[in-house]
C-alpha cells in the first residue's frame, strides 16, 4: 500500500496562486469575487494606480465599492511575481508588478493563509509618457554637419529659462522652493511638465542656511536622499543644516529646475474662464503674472509660526522670536534664556544656549515623548534605513514602499513593540527624566514616535544630546506650567514663579497649512480644504472623523487644480513620484476618475 506524499505549498506559489485569482475576478469584472481573497480584517491601499487617489479601503465592502466604481476604466491585468515570497510569524508576503490600462505599477502583498490582509497597489509610471532614463535617455549629442550650425545645450536651457513664465506659461507653479518643492520639480521635470518653483529666499538651501548655527538632520542619511540623486556614500549620518543647503542648491542645478529665487507669491486666483490660476509674484522687484494650470503649495508640514499672545509681550526689554528666527546662541552667554516648549526645536535651541554658555530653562507645558537618537536609528528605522539595511538588500525604493505598505489604520501595532523596547532599553534616562520634572508619553497609545508625528506633527524629541543636559539640571525646567505674564527684565509663570529673562524664545509650533491658502487665495478657499496634515484618529491635536490617509496630502484636494505638498525628506521623495504622476497625467489629457474625494474637516 503506498502512501500519498503532500508537497508542502511554498511562500511563493501561496502568493503567485492568489495573484493569479485576483487577477481573474478583475478580468473578469467580479469584484465580489476579487474582495472574496481578503481576509475578516483587511486593507488595500492604493497610490493612485486604481483610484487617482491616495486612499485605504478598509475591509472586504469597501474594497467592492472602490472596484466597483474603477474597474470599467483601470482594466489592470499582467500580475506577476518579483522573485520569491517570504514566510514569518504565519504572514506571507511578497512583491509583484502589474498593469492597468493607462499605467505600469509595482504591489506588495501580505496573506495570512490564503487570503489577504494587506495589499498594497502604487502606479511606477504612465504608458507612453515614460521618463527618459536608461534606455529611453535622450542623445545629447547631435552628430553630423548642419549648416548654420545648432544651438548648444547652453544656449537652449537659456532660452527655456527667457520663455518659460514670459512667453510661455508654466503647466505648474509650485509655491515654496524648499526640499519638497524642489524634489517635485525633478520629478515634474523628468516627466517633460514644464514647472516653475517660486521661493522668496535668495538661494535655494536658504530655508536651511537662515535656521539656528547647531541644526542638524535628527533622521539618518539613508532616510533623507533626494530623488534621483542620493547623497554621497561618505555623507555624515545626520547632515549639518547648512551642507544640506548646499547640497539643495547644488540639486537645483544639476537637475536643471526653473527655479525663481527671490521671488515672493503675492495673490492667487483661479480664472474660471481660461481654466488657469493667476499667480501674482514680485520677482526680484519686478510683479509677474504666471497663469498655470496646476498650483502646489510645497511649504513644508506646516503653517504659519504659532506665537502666543501673553500679557505684556510689548513692554519686554530683552528679546524675543519665535524658535524659526532664532539665530543661535552666540550672542547670550552668561545671560538668562526662557525657551517656551519642550518639543524638537526647544531641546535643540536651549542645548545651543547652553553650549554657549547661557543660564537657560525650558519651560515644559505638556508632556513630551523622547525617542533617544541610537535607539530609534536601530530599533525603528535599522531594518528599513541603514547601511545594514543596504547589506540585506533594501534600498531606498525598496524601503519606501514598505514603509508604505503598512496602512494607517494598523501602523501603530507594528510601532508599540518598537517603543516598548525603547522603555526598557533607555529606562535609567528616563527615569533620571522624570526625577527631574520631565513630563514623559509614548503616544495615547505608546505608539511612539512617528504616530505622533502623523497625527499632529508635534510632541516629541528625538535626543541627540540635549536630554541628558535636562536630566542633570543643567538645562532648568519647569514643567506643568506657562508663562501668565512678561515683564520688562523677566517672565512670570503660572504657578506665580519668576524668571529673569534677557531671551524668550516661543518654541511654539505652526498652525495647518491651510492657514497660507487663507491669505494666499482666500479665506473660503481655506476652509473649502480645510486641515492639512493628521489622520483622524481622535488623539490630542488629530479631531476625527477618521481619514485612513494624511488629509490633503500629494492627492486631490476639495479645490480643483489645487494641491499639497510637504512632510520630511521622506515622504517628500517617496509622495512626490504620485503627486508629479497625477500632475503630468492631467497635462496629458488622460481620463482620472478619482475615487471618493476627501471631503474638508476642521477649518482654519
Not at 30 to 38: H, K, N
Not at 63 to 85: H, K
Not at 558 to 580: D, K, T
Request: one cysteine or more; hydrophobic letters at 40%.
Amino acid at each position: 500500500m503506498s502512501e500519498t506524499l503532500t508537497v508542502p505549498v511554498t511562500p511563493t506559489a501561496r502568493a503567485a496562486a492568489w495573484l493569479a485569482r485576483l487577477e481573474a475576478a478583475l478580468a473578469a469584472r467580479d469584484s465580489a469575487a476579487a474582495a472574496a481573497l481578503f481576509d475578516d480584517e483587511c486593507y488595500w491601499r492604493d497610490l493612485v494606480s486604481f483610484t487617482w487617489n491616495l486612499r485605504t479601503e478598509e475591509g472586504r465592502d469597501a474594497i467592492r465599492e472602490m472596484l466597483d466604481a474603477q474597474l470599467g476604466t483601470v482594466a489592470p491585468s499582467g500580475f506577476r511575481l518579483q522573485g520569491e515570497a517570504s514566510e514569518a510569524g504565519g504572514v506571507t508576503e511578497a512583491w509583484f508588478d502589474f498593469e492597468t490600462a493607462q499605467a505600469r505599477g509595482t504591489g506588495h502583498l501580505r496573506l495570512k493563509g490564503d487570503l489577504a490582509w494587506t495589499l498594497l497597489t502604487t502606479m511606477s509610471e504612465l504608458k507612453g509618457f515614460e521618463e527618459k532614463k536608461g534606455r529611453r535617455r535622450i542623445k545629447g549629442a547631435e552628430h553630423g554637419a548642419q549648416a548654420g550650425g545648432r544651438a548648444s545645450w547652453l544656449e537652449r536651457r537659456q532660452q527655456e529659462l527667457a520663455a518659460l513664465g514670459d512667453t510661455e506659461q508654466p503647466e505648474v507653479v509650485i509655491i515654496g522652493g524648499g526640499q519638497g518643492g524642489i524634489g517635485l520639480g525633478a520629478r515634474l521635470r523628468r516627466l517633460g511638465v514644464p514647472t516653475i518653483i517660486i521661493e522668496k529666499n535668495a538661494r535655494a538651501g536658504d530655508s536651511w542656511r537662515n535656521r539656528y548655527k547647531s541644526l542638524c538632520l535628527h533622521d539618518p542619511v539613508w532616510y533623507d536622499h533626494m530623488p534621483y540623486l542620493p547623497f554621497p556614500d561618505d555623507w555624515p549620518v545626520f547632515c549639518p543644516k547648512d551642507k544640506v543647503g548646499d547640497w539643495l542648491e547644488m540639486y537645483v542645478k544639476v537637475m536643471e529646475l526653473n527655479y525663481w529665487s527671490s521671488t515672493v507669491a503675492e495673490k492667487c486666483r483661479w480664472d474660471e474662464a481660461s481654466g488657469r490660476w493667476e499667480v501674482r509674484v514680485v520677482r526680484e522687484g519686478r510683479p509677474v503674472t504666471l497663469r498655470p494650470r496646476q498650483l502646489v503649495f510645497a511649504l513644508g508640514v506646516s503653517g504659519y509660526a504659532n506665537v502666543p499672545q501673553i500679557p505684556g509681550a510689548e513692554r519686554f526689554e530683552g528679546t524675543q522670536h519665535h524658535s524659526s528666527r532664532h539665530p543661535g546662541g552666540a550672542a547670550w552667554a552668561g545671560r538668562k534664556a526662557v525657551v517656551l516648549g519642550s518639543n524638537n526645536s526647544a531641546h535643540d535651541i536651549c542645548a545651543d544656549l547652553w553650549e554657549h554658555g547661557a543660564d537657560v530653562t525650558m519651560i515644559q507645558r505638556s508632556s513630551t515623548h523622547i525617542a533617544p537618537s541610537d535607539s530609534l536609528m536601530e530599533l525603528a528605522l535599522g531594518g528599513l534605513y541603514s547601511e545594514q539595511a543596504l547589506e540585506n538588500g533594501v534600498g531606498t525604493e525598496k524601503a519606501d514602499l514598505l514603509f508604505a505598505s503598512v496602512p494607517y489604520r494598523i501602523m501603530h501595532t507594528f510601532h508599540i513593540p518598537v517603543y516598548e523596547e525603547m522603555k526598557r532599553r533607555d529606562a535609567d534616562l528616563y527615569a533620571r527624566l522624570e526625577k527631574a520634572g520631565f513630563l514623559l508619553d509614548f503616544g495615547e497609545d505608546g505608539s511612539g514616535l512617528f504616530m505622533k508625528y502623523l497625527r499632529r506633527g508635534s510632541g516629541y524629541y528625538i535626543d541627540v544630546g540635549a536630554s541628558e543636559l535636562v536630566a542633570d539640571g543643567r538645562i532648568h525646567l519647569k514643567s506643568r506650567v506657562g508663562i501668565e505674564r512678561i515683564n520688562p527684565r523677566s517672565v512670570t509663570l503660572t504657578d506665580g514663579t519668576e524668571l529673569p529673562c534677557d531671551l524668550l524664545v516661543y518654541a511654539t509650533g505652526y498652525g495647518s497649512m491651510n492657514s497660507w491658502l487663507a491669505d494666499l487665495i482666500s479665506p473660503e478657499v481655506a476652509d473649502q480644504v480645510g486641515k492639512c496634515w493628521g489622520l483622524g484618529s481622535a488623539t490630542t491635536k488629530d479631531p476625527g472623523p477618521w481619514e485612513g490617509e494624511l488629509r490633503n496630502m500629494w492627492k486631490p484636494t476639495p479645490v480643483e487644480n489645487l494641491w499639497i505638498h510637504g512632510g520630511n525628506l521622506h515622504q517628500s521623495r517617496c509622495y512626490s513620484q504620485y503627486l508629479a504622476l497625477q500632475l503630468k497625467a492631467r497635462m496629458e489629457g488622460l481620463a482620472t476618475p478619482v475615487h471618493k474625494p476627501a471631503p474638508s474637516h476642521h477649518r482654519r
